[in-house]
T-cell receptor
C-alpha cells in the first residue's frame, strides 16, 4: 500500500518570502501522479499543482512549483512571494495510474501560517 | 453553478440515529468518491464508484452504505451513528480513464454526533 508522509505539521513564513513544504511517499509502482491540495478555513479542497511521475520536468503554476525527486520519492512544494491568502492546510497526495486503484492517498497535512 | 454539491453542509444528530448525505455532480464524470476527514484533518478514502458500480471500499463499517442511483449521484447513508463518526465528509468526482485529471471536491458535510 502507498503511504504519504508530511513531516512538518506546521510552518510559518513572512509575507513575500519563500517557503518549502516537504512530502515523501512510498510506493512500488512506477507510474503514478502526485498532487498538492490546499484547504483554507472555508474547508474547500483546492488543487494547487500536480505532477506526472513519468515527467522529469518539475511542474510549476505561477508562484507554486515542485521539486520532484522520483528516486528519493520526494515531492516538495515551494511557494514564492507568499501572500496572506496562501494561509491554509496543505496536503500532499498520491494516486496510482492503475485503473481500479485511482484513490487519492493523502499525507497528514501541513498548516501554513503567513506572517504579515 | 456548483460542480459537486453536497447536502447538507452541517448535520447535528444524536447517537444511534440514521442519517444520509447527498452528493450530486453536474460535470458528466463517471467516477465518484466519498472521503472522510477526521478531527486531526486526516483525509481518507471511504468508497469509490465508477458508473454506479462500487470499485473501492476501504474497510468501512457496514453501518455506512453508499448508494449511486445514477452516474451523477452518490449518496451516503449511515446507520446507528456513533460518536466516532463525527467528521467532515467530502464527496468528489472525476472522469474515468483520465488518471491524471484532478478530483473535483464538494464543499464537505460536517457531521456532529452528540
Amino acid at each position: 500500500a502507498q503511504t504519504v508522509t508530511q513531516s512538518q505539521p506546521e510552518m510559518s513564513v513572512q509575507e513575500a518570502e519563500t517557503v518549502t513544504l516537504s512530502c515523501t511517499y512510498d510506493t512500488s509502482e512506477s507510474d503514478y501522479y502526485l498532487f498538492w491540495y490546499k484547504q483554507p478555513p472555508s474547508r474547500q479542497m483546492i488543487l494547487v499543482i500536480r505532477q506526472e511521475a513519468y515527467k522529469q520536468q518539475n511542474a510549476t503554476e505561477n508562484r507554486f512549483s515542485v521539486n520532484f525527486q522520483k528516486a528519493a520519492k520526494s515531492f516538495s512544494l515551494k511557494i514564492s512571494d507568499s501572500q496572506l491568502g496562501d494561509a491554509a492546510m496543505y496536503f500532499c497526495a498520491y494516486r496510482s495510474a492503475n485503473f481500479g486503484n485511482e484513490k487519492l492517498t493523502f499525507g497528514t497535512g501541513t498548516r501554513l501560517t503567513i506572517i504579515p | 453553478d456548483t460542480a459537486v454539491s453536497q447536502t447538507p453542509k452541517y448535520l447535528v444528530t444524536q447517537m444511534g440515529n440514521d442519517k444520509s448525505i447527498k452528493c450530486e455532480q453536474n460535470l458528466g464524470h463517471d467516477t465518484m468518491y466519498w472521503y472522510k476527514q477526521d478531527s486531526k484533518k486526516f483525509l481518507k478514502i471511504m468508497f469509490s464508484y465508477n458508473n454506479k458500480e462500487l470499485i473501492i471500499n476501504e474497510t468501512v463499517p457496514n453501518r455506512f452504505s453508499p448508494k449511486s442511483p445514477d452516474k451523477a449521484h452518490l449518496n451516503l447513508h449511515i446507520n446507528s451513528l456513533e460518536l466516532g463518526d463525527s467528521a467532515v465528509y467530502f464527496c468528489a468526482s472525476r472522469r474515468a480513464w483520465a488518471t491524471n485529471e484532478k478530483l473535483f471536491f464538494g464543499s464537505g458535510t460536517q457531521l456532529s454526533v452528540l
